[in-house]
């Protein structure tokens, strides 16, 4: 059963764009949202991360907001660029469990 | 730092072959991961390590078999594995195990690409 579901699974954005990925979860007792960031052939970099008591966090250029009541979250990329092209995974985490993936979301920025 | 390395960074191996992946952290996390992941899929669990114990295994085949020698060590043996074993295989370290989430945040490495002929 996937408790986290990703969309969109791929996305093409111009140069300057905003990308936007989205998660919605089901499992309450999850209680913080991390954010991945992959290029290919290397691992996962953790890019920003999330608590459900606050509904939106940014750094930089990368954005989470946050809706606990529907059990969702998104991130946004301002002013896309072409070195954000990489695959995006959402995940979630509780206290005595593993991070639960989302399916990844591969972006593409185009020039 | 929240820099986790891993060696090598490519392996081809025949299914007949032993070898062994590593994995090293200099974060003090007592918590130690081995992921697979293949092509256009998020990465899967294969097995936990808290405190240099043997905490999860994901009903890994036991021709992987882990290994944690120190708090900052990991490593992999593989043995006679098939070809669809294949894959970028991911370590990952975290502060704690079983604890807020934030403590569980979990930092990956560049990984090992595998390929088994």
């Known amino acids: 059963q996937q408790q986290v579901k990703q969309s969109p699974q791929s996305l093409i954005v111009q140069k300057g764009g905003i990308s936007i990925i989205n998660c919605a979860y089901e499992?309450?007792?999850?209680?913080?949202f991390p954010w991945y960031q992959q290029f290919p052939g290397k691992g996962p970099a953790l890019l920003i991360a999330?608590?459900?008591?606050?509904s939106e966090k940014k750094e930089g250029r990368f954005t989470i907001s946050f809706n606990k009541s529907a059990k969702q979250f998104s991130l946004h990329i301002m002013d896309s660029q072409p070195g954000d092209s990489a695959t995006y995974f959402c995940?979630?985490?509780?206290?005595?469990?593993?991070?639960?993936f989302g399916g990844g979301t591969r972006l593409m920025v185009k020039p | 730092d929240t820099e986790v390395t891993q060696t090598p960074k490519h392996l081809v191996m025949g299914m007949t072959n032993k070898k062994s992946l590593k994995c090293e952290q200099h974060?003090?996390?007592?918590?130690m991961y081995w992921y697979k992941q293949k092509a256009k899929k998020p990465p899967e669990l294969m097995f936990v390590?808290?405190?240099?114990?043997?905490?999860i295994n994901e009903s890994v085949p036991s021709r992987f078999s882990p290994e944690c020698p120190n708090s900052s060590l990991l490593n992999l043996h593989l043995h006679a594995l098939q070809p669809e074993d294949s894959a970028l295989y991911l370590c990952?370290?975290?502060?704690?195990?079983?604890?807020?989430?934030?403590?569980?945040?979990?930092?990956f490495g560049p990984g090992t690409r595998l390929t088994v002929l």
């Open positions: 995940a979630a985490i509780h206290a005595g469990n593993m991070l639960t």
């Open positions: 499992n309450t007792a999850f209680d913080y």
């Open positions: 390590y808290s405190y240099e114990k043997l905490s």
């Open positions: 990952a370290s975290s502060q704690e195990l079983a604890v807020a989430g934030i403590l569980s945040t979990q930092y």
């Open positions: 999330i608590r459900p008591d606050v």
């Open positions: 974060m003090g996390h007592r918590a």
